[in-house]
C-alpha cells in the first residue's frame, strides 16, 4: 500500500511557501496543495515546537488571486482574509499552478511573447496616431464651442501685448491711410457677409521687426496685425493687401488660432500623461499663438475666405498670386516667411489655388 501511496503525496503536494497572515510579520513556512475547490496551506513540522502541530489554512479557490507569471522574482498568492503566500520554487510553484490548469492570463502572454508585444506596439501607436488626426480636432471643436468669445479676446490682448513687447512698435502708416483701408475692408467684408459679418475684428497696423518683414497675423479675438512693411509693399496694389487682410480674417472667422490653442494644450496635456509632467504646459502659449504655423486644412479654410472676399469685392483671385511673388522677391534668401504665406500647404500649392480661382471666376 505504502508503495501507491506515495506517488499520489508527491503529485498532490505543492512548493513549498512561506505564508503571512496579514496579522504578524513572522512567516509561517507551509507546503501547498488543492483540495477540491480550495487551497490549502499545511504548516511545515517545526521539530523543535512541542505538541501537536498547526492546523492547515484553507481558502476557496475564488478568492486566491493567482500570481503572473514573471521572468524574475518570486510568487506571490493574495488571500482574501489579507493574507499572503510567497514562494521562492519559482519553477516547482510554476509546474505545480500549470498541472491545476493555471494559465497565465492572455494579457500576460503577450508580454512574454515578441509577437504579443510588437502586436501591443503598433496597436497602441496606431491609437496614439488616430487620437491626434482626429480625436483631439474633434475634442478641441467641442471644447472651443462650449468656450465664450470673451476668452478669445483676452487671449488676443495677450498675444498682441506680447508682440508688442518683442519688437512691435507704432505704426508709421499716416492715419488717414490706416483709416482707407480699414473703410475699404469693412465694405468688402459686408458685401462678402450680406447676411451680417459673423465676429468682430480689428485691424492694427503695427511697425515690426525687420526680421518678420511684410507680414500679417490673426490673433483670437479678431485683431488682425499688419506690419508696414506689408502696407509698403502692396502701395500699389489694394486688391493684394485686402487679399491678405481677407485670408487673416478667414483664420479669424474660423478661430483658428483658438483652435490652434486648444489642440495644443490637449497635445501636451496626453504627452504630460505620458511623462509625467505638467509644469510647462501652458507657459509658453502666448510665444505659441505668435509662431504656430497653421494647419494645412486651417490655410486652406482661409485661403478660401480671400476667394470670397475677393470676388466679392470685384476683384481677381489672381491678386494673391501677384501678392506671393512680391513676398518671394523681398524674402529671397531669407528664412523668414510670412504668416499669410505660411508653409502649410506648400506655396506652390497656394499659388496654383489661387490661379485656378481666377480662371474659373
Aim: one cysteine or more.
Amino acid at each position: 500500500m505504502s508503495a501507491v501511496a506515495a506517488p499520489h503525496v508527491l503529485m498532490t503536494l505543492g512548493p513549498q511557501a512561506l505564508l503571512f497572515d496579514g496579522r504578524s510579520t513572522r512567516a509561517q513556512p507551509v507546503r501547498l496543495h488543492i483540495d477540491g475547490d480550495a487551497l490549502v496551506a499545511t504548516p511545515e513540522a517545526d521539530p523543535a515546537a512541542e505538541g501537536q502541530a498547526a492546523p492547515p489554512h484553507r481558502w476557496p479557490l475564488r478568492d486566491v488571486r493567482w500570481p503572473e507569471r514573471t521572468r524574475h522574482g518570486q510568487r506571490v498568492m493574495q488571500l482574501a482574509d489579507g493574507a499572503r503566500l510567497h514562494c521562492a520554487q519559482v519553477s516547482a510553484f510554476d509546474a505545480w499552478a500549470a498541472a491545476h490548469g493555471r494559465r497565465d492570463p492572455f494579457v500576460v502572454r503577450l508580454q512574454r511573447s515578441w509577437r504579443g508585444v510588437a502586436v501591443a506596439l503598433l496597436l497602441t501607436l496606431a491609437v496614439l496616431a488616430t487620437t491626434y488626426r482626429w480625436g483631439v480636432p474633434l475634442a478641441a471643436q467641442g471644447l472651443l464651442t462650449a468656450m465664450p468669445p470673451a476668452v478669445d479676446a483676452s487671449v488676443g490682448e495677450r498675444a498682441l501685448q506680447s508682440l508688442q513687447d518683442h519688437g512691435f512698435k507704432p505704426s508709421s502708416v499716416p492715419a488717414a491711410r490706416q483709416a482707407e483701408l480699414r473703410q475699404a475692408f469693412a465694405e468688402a467684408l459686408a458685401r462678402a457677409h450680406p447676411e451680417g459679418v459673423p465676429l468682430p475684428w480689428l485691424l492694427e497696423f503695427r511697425a515690426g521687426a525687420k526680421a518678420l518683414g511684410p507680414n500679417a497675423m490673426a490673433l483670437p479675438g479678431g485683431t488682425i496685425v499688419v506690419t508696414d512693411a506689408l502696407v509698403e509693399l502692396l502701395a500699389d496694389r489694394p486688391d493684394a493687401l485686402l487679399g491678405v487682410l481677407a485670408h487673416e480674417w478667414g483664420h479669424v472667422r474660423h478661430r483658428h488660432g483658438m483652435q490652434g490653442l486648444v489642440r495644443a494644450t490637449l497635445v501636451g496635456a496626453l504627452a504630460s500623461l505620458l511623462v509625467g509632467d505638467f509644469s510647462t504646459l501652458l507657459a509658453a502659449a502666448p510665444v505659441l499663438l505668435v509662431q504656430q504655423s497653421y494647419s494645412r486644412d486651417f490655410e486652406r479654410e482661409a485661403d478660401a475666405e480671400s476667394v470670397r472676399v475677393l470676388r466679392a469685392a470685384g476683384h481677381s483671385p489672381a491678386a494673391m498670386v501677384e501678392f506671393f511673388e512680391r513676398v518671394r522677391k523681398a524674402t529671397a534668401g531669407s528664412d523668414r516667411s510670412p504668416v499669410a504665406l505660411s508653409s502649410h500647404p506648400d506655396d506652390e500649392e497656394r499659388v496654383r489655388y489661387f490661379e485656378e480661382a481666377a480662371r474659373r471666376r
